[in-house]
């Protein structure tokens, strides 16, 4: 079955750019079927949706995010990728990724497992 | 501040039906029919328990209901168990091309 895997530094400097890859696994991230997105929790908080990528590379973001986020898709390796720019203490935070139902932002049905990252001098 | 709006708690016993709140605008939850509900343990990835505001994922109890009013959404458990006490979500798409969650709402069975 379809499986997602987080993976990247645990530990960002502030001003540094964090960069995490999600490894798709059990199926292809070339579906044309579906979109992929990034999520993150700070500790003890709710959940926040920072952007979505379909297999062709079209991007949505969130708006307060918009300024600092990229996005990409590397289909040779089943693999999306998030990098966030100038990060301060309030990034710190699990960060998620996970598979929409469909070719729009509808809901995630296949989430990651997530990974903590600190951000921390 | 999170764009849709859910209540900070709600508890029942065993047994008993439970209703969770999500209200947004006519931007989101009033204008699309995709509200989605999450259950989320404590350090567990989130669950989908309800898409398409009423819609349940194979394996997902039937005690879960989703519905919509309106600009709010709501979440229905019933015959509430042990195990669902958790953390709940919603979500909804945006005319923005976004997607918005809830502040989530913790779910105590007492």
């Known amino acids: 079955q379809l499986q997602l895997q987080e993976s990247g530094p645990g530990l960002v400097k502030p001003s540094e750019t964090l960069s995490l890859t999600c490894t798709v696994s059990?199926?292809?991230?070339?579906?044309?079927?579906?979109?992929w997105g990034w999520i993150r929790q700070p500790p003890g908080k709710g959940l926040e949706w920072i952007g979505s990528?379909?297999?062709?590379?079209?991007?949505y973001y969130n708006p307060s995010l918009k300024s600092r986020v990229t996005i990409s898709v590397d289909t040779s390796k089943n693999q999306f990728s998030l990098k966030l720019s100038s990060v301060t203490a309030a990034d710190t935070a699990v960060y998620y990724c996970a598979r929409h139902m469909s070719t729009t932002l509808r809901a995630f049905d296949i989430w990651g497992q997530g990974t903590m990252v600190t951000v921390s001098s | 501040q999170s764009a849709l709006t859910q209540p900070a708690s709600v508890s029942g016993s065993p047994g008993q039906s439970i209703t969770i709140s999500c209200t947004g605008t006519?931007?989101?939850?009033?204008?699309?029919?995709?509200v989605s509900w999450y259950q989320q343990h404590p350090g567990k990835a989130p669950k989908l328990m309800i898409y398409?505001?009423?819609n349940r994922p194979s394996g997902v109890s039937n005690r879960f209901s989703g519905s919509k009013s309106g600009n709010t959404a709501s979440l229905t458990i019933s015959g509430l168990q042990a195990e669902d006490e958790a953390d709940y979500y919603c979500s909804s798409y945006t005319s923005s091309s976004t997607l918005a969650f809830g502040g989530g709402t913790k779910l105590t069975v007492l």
């Open positions: 006519s931007s989101d939850v009033g204008g699309y029919n995709y």
């Open positions: 398409d505001v009423s």
């Open positions: 059990g199926g292809s991230i070339s579906s044309s079927s579906y979109y």
């Open positions: 990528i379909y297999y062709s590379g079209s991007t």
